[in-house]
């Protein structure tokens, strides 16, 4: 099974630069990598999704280098309000029962502070 | 606006019964999920579908049943043969019928919890 390693919890401040990396070393061929935000008592939020190289959105980067064991997600200039739970997400499949799982990472706890 | 909708945002079940958490969606998505969240943890894959009245289970599916009568709707049964049942319920959708590489949009939880 495919899993993903994040660190536990980070800490940054206001205007910094947060990058959060994820090891995934069993990634398949075809799985893309998706991070999602969740703040406390809420659904997880879509944040990025990419492939390979590097992907850009309004809110984040993701850096995948080429053999694809890891990704960062960069956070530019966070503020108060990016401090959440953030998820890193690869496609999983198991062989031996036919079933597919979904393996979300534990999460990294992100505080901002002013 | 289009989204998913969980219902009702804090549920209280008893000893031995069965209790259905509702999840409605109208972005006219195929694929449709449901999670659990313990405190402190990540998610974990209860059961997924495709397509209409069809589902798959997922890595703890032991305890709980659901239905896809309709596209729209995704309700979960939590029944009693599920011992520890306590926790956050996420429902969540994707446009595709495969699941993989899809992002999903997920609703607000319902939070179960044992009297």
């Known amino acids: 099974l495919a899993k993903t390693t994040q660190p536990i919890s980070m800490d940054s401040y206001e205007g910094q630069e947060v990058n959060i990396t994820c090891s995934h070393n069993n990634i398949a061929t075809n799985d893309y990598i998706t991070w999602y935000q969740q703040f406390p008592s809420q659904g997880p939020r879509f944040i990025i999704q990419g492939y390979k190289t590097k992907v850009t959105n309004e809110v984040a980067s993701l850096f995948i280098p080429a053999d694809r064991k890891s990704s960062t997600l960069s956070l530019p200039r966070v503020s108060l309000s990016d401090t959440a739970v953030y998820y890193c997400?690869?496609?999983?499949?198991?062989?031996?029962?036919?079933?597919?799982?979904?393996?979300f990472g534990s999460g990294t706890r992100l505080q901002v502070q002013p | 606006d289009g989204g998913i909708t969980q219902s009702p945002k804090y549920l209280f079940r008893k000893e031995g019964q069965n209790v259905t958490l509702s999840c409605e969606q109208n972005l006219n998505h195929d694929a449709m999920y449901w999670y659990r969240q313990d405190p402190g943890q990540g998610l974990r894959l209860i059961y997924y579908s495709q397509i209409v009245n069809d589902f798959q289970k997922g890595d703890i599916a032991e305890g709980y049943s659901v239905s896809r009568e309709k596209k729209e709707s995704f309700p979960l049964t939590v029944t009693s043969a599920q011992k520890n049942p306590t926790a956050f319920y996420l429902c969540?959708?994707?446009?595709?019928?495969?699941?993989?590489?899809?992002?999903?949009?997920f609703g607000d939880g319902t939070r179960l919890s044992i009297l």
């Open positions: 997400l690869v496609g999983d499949e198991t062989t031996d029962t036919g079933r597919r799982a979904l393996t």
């Open positions: 969540a959708s994707s446009i595709g019928q495969g699941y993989r590489n899809q992002p999903q949009h």
